[in-house]
């Protein structure tokens, strides 16, 4: 994990309180794996004194590119910066693994966790992978623009309140998809894993163990594992996601044993 002083290349606005930046940092980028993340100092001061964490939207050498939602002070900091430098800390974790056969990615996500999958969305696409991503949201307003995410990637939206796609959650999606996907790639609540464990177990009868991986996080602040504030419970006994993490084998979380109250940063990312 390396720090640095990234520069701010681009500000852009791309939604309600939502903004894309893009940062000049090719020390990480150029380390950078779809699925990792970055703590960044969201303050000229000492108020907040802990990093906030963003999974990287982006990785395009030397640049790289979040998601900022401007929902808390942290934040709200980060997504009026439109010049100078900002500081950072990454890569940080493990990011997701493409089997060298897969030929039909499916993604799936839940309100802006959208952004752990936008970097892999790229990543499969320039590799001549189909890419499907599944998509909820509470509203067409809090959906991510089409025009974020590579040309060649069917987007499927499900809304609660039916204002674009279909009305309902993610999950209302998934038996339709399941069934082609040579891997899936998810980010989204406990509640949406265990769903997409239940449509693999109807639908596929056979996976490896790399089928299914998603991106866990949960409160973050030293980004090494040694404070243990982002445990997760897995098969293996729990386990700072920092470090073992963010992302996961499904089959590997114990979804009996994680409460939703630990779904922590990540629909907020």
Same mark, same amino acid.
């Given at each position: 994990?390396?720090?640095?002083?990234?520069?701010?290349?681009?500000?852009?606005?791309?939604?309600?309180?939502?903004?894309?930046?893009?940062?000049?940092?090719?020390?990480? /980028?150029?380390?950078?794996?779809?699925?990792?993340?970055?703590?960044?100092?969201?303050?000229?001061?000492?108020?907040?004194?802990?990093?906030?964490?963003?999974?990287?939207? /982006?990785?395009?050498?030397?640049?790289? %590119?979040?998601?900022?939602?401007?929902?808390?002070?942290?934040?709200? @900091?980060?997504?009026? *910066?439109?010049?100078?430098?900002? &500081?950072?800390?990454?890569?940080?974790?493990?990011?997701?693994?493409?089997?060298?056969?897969?030929?039909?990615?499916?993604?799936?996500? +839940?309100?802006?966790?959208? %952004?752990?999958?936008?970097?892999?969305?790229?990543?499969?696409?320039?590799?001549?992978?189909?890419?499907?991503?599944?998509?909820?949201?509470?509203?067409?307003?809090?959906?991510?623009? /089409?025009?974020?995410?590579?040309?060649?990637?069917?987007?499927?939206?499900?809304?609660?309140?039916?204002?674009?796609?279909?009305?309902?959650?993610?999950?209302?999606?998934?038996?339709?998809?399941? *069934? @082609? /996907?040579?891997?899936?790639?998810?980010?989204?609540?406990?509640?949406?894993?265990?769903?997409?464990? +239940?449509?693999?177990?109807?639908?596929?009868?056979?996976? &490896?163990?790399?089928? %299914? *991986?998603? @991106?866990?996080?949960?409160?973050?602040?030293?980004?090494?594992?040694?404070?243990?504030?982002?445990?997760?419970?897995?098969?293996?006994?729990?386990?700072?996601?920092?470090?073992?993490?963010?992302?996961?084998?499904?089959?590997?979380?114990?979804?009996?044993?994680?409460?939703?109250?630990?779904?922590?940063?990540?629909?907020?990312?």
């Amino acid at each position: 994990m390396l720090q640095t002083q990234a520069s701010i290349i681009q500000a852009r606005r791309v939604g309600p309180g939502m903004s894309i930046l893009t940062l000049r940092a090719p020390d990480i /980028a150029s380390r950078a794996r779809a699925g990792q993340l970055v703590l960044v100092r969201c303050s000229d001061a000492d108020d907040p004194y802990l990093r906030r964490a963003f999974p990287l939207f /982006a990785i395009t050498p030397p640049d790289i %590119a979040l998601l900022v939602r401007a929902d808390e002070p942290g934040r709200r @900091w980060l997504a009026h *910066q439109a010049t100078g430098t900002i &500081d950072l800390l990454g890569p940080v974790g493990r990011g997701f693994t493409l089997s060298p056969l897969t030929r039909n990615l499916l993604l799936v996500s +839940e309100g802006l966790a959208i %952004a752990c999958l936008a970097a892999l969305a790229r990543v499969a696409t320039a590799a001549g992978i189909a890419v499907t991503l599944a998509a909820g949201a509470p509203s067409a307003t809090t959906t991510l623009p /089409a025009d974020l995410l590579p040309t060649d990637v069917e987007y499927l939206v499900a809304t609660a309140d039916g204002s674009l796609g279909q009305r309902g959650t993610v999950a209302s999606l998934l038996p339709d998809v399941v *069934q @082609w /996907a040579d891997q899936i790639g998810a980010a989204g609540s406990p509640a949406l894993y265990r769903a997409l464990s +239940e449509v693999i177990a109807r639908h596929r009868l056979i996976v &490896d163990d790399d089928f %299914a *991986q998603v @991106w866990w996080l949960g409160p973050i602040a030293c980004g090494l594992g040694t404070c243990l504030s982002c445990t997760v419970e897995t098969r293996h006994g729990r386990v700072p996601s920092c470090r073992e993490g963010p992302v996961f084998r499904l089959r590997d979380l114990d979804l009996t044993a994680i409460e939703m109250d630990h779904y922590g940063e990540v629909n907020r990312a």
